[in-house]
């Protein structure tokens, strides 16, 4: 089965970048969509289709996706991202999630 | 205003059934894939299911196939999910999802709803 991994956490400093990785076997020849999910609330889509931005969704959040890495990317990182963050995509007409990331903006 | 409300969750015995529905509104229900979705406590999202518009084609993950069984009945507005034979791994938040398809043919979860909680213990 396909699988999708991410780092368990990533840490950031307010104001700077955080990248959020998720691997796989030639992931980049995938779409991949990012979520992201606060205590207590249901997941939120932040980036779809790789690199592209829902209505709503601030332009600090962006994505990538090439040879075996889709990378989201947070640029001036604020408190109010701290969340969970979780990567997906498709694999034969069913639905793949990472094991997310806590991103800890501190 | 798209909204997914679930409901049916609760505490039951390990090897007892439940019957989660999730009642749809703001949008042609008929005219989207659905899928649940649960997640563990601290634990990752994880794909439980999905059935297409009509509601003739279904998938399962490995972990529930044969044990649960998802529906919809598009004149209610209204996707469920079937759980028998629980097990105390089945204890999770199961939220409902609507699939949107768009750029390039991608598809994305583009609304979820709140969760119901699932307990399996006795």
């Known amino acids: 089965s396909y699988e999708l991994t991410q780092p368990p956490s990533v840490s950031v400093s307010p104001g700077q970048t955080a990248s959020i990785t998720c691997s796989a076997d030639k992931l980049g020849d995938r779409y991949v969509c990012w979520y992201q999910q606060k205590p207590g609330q249901s997941p939120v889509l932040v980036i779809y289709?790789?690199?592209k931005r829902p209505s709503g969704i601030p332009e600090r959040f962006s994505g990538s996706n090439s040879g075996h890495t889709a990378t989201l990317t947070i640029s001036g990182t604020q408190a109010m991202d701290e969340a969970d963050y979780y990567c997906q995509a498709w694999d034969s007409d069913t639905v793949v999630f990472g094991g997310g990331t806590k991103l800890t903006v501190l | 205003e798209v909204q997914l409300v679930e409901s049916g969750g609760g505490l039951v015995q390990p090897g007892g059934s439940l019957r989660l529905s999730c009642a749809a509104s703001g949008f042609t229900f008929s005219s989207y894939w659905m899928h649940w979705v649960r997640q563990a406590p601290g634990k990752g999202l994880v794909w439980v299911s999905r059935v297409n518009t009509d509601g003739s084609s279904t998938k399962y993950a490995d972990s529930v196939k044969g044990r649960f069984t998802i529906s919809r009945d598009n004149a209610r507005n209204t996707l469920y999910l079937q759980m028998n034979s629980l097990r105390a791994e089945d204890t999770a938040v199961y939220y409902c999802a609507r699939v949107a398809c768009g750029y390039e043919g991608s598809c994305y979860f583009d609304y979820w709803g709140q969760g119901t909680l699932v307990t399996v213990s006795s």
């Open positions: 289709a790789s690199n």
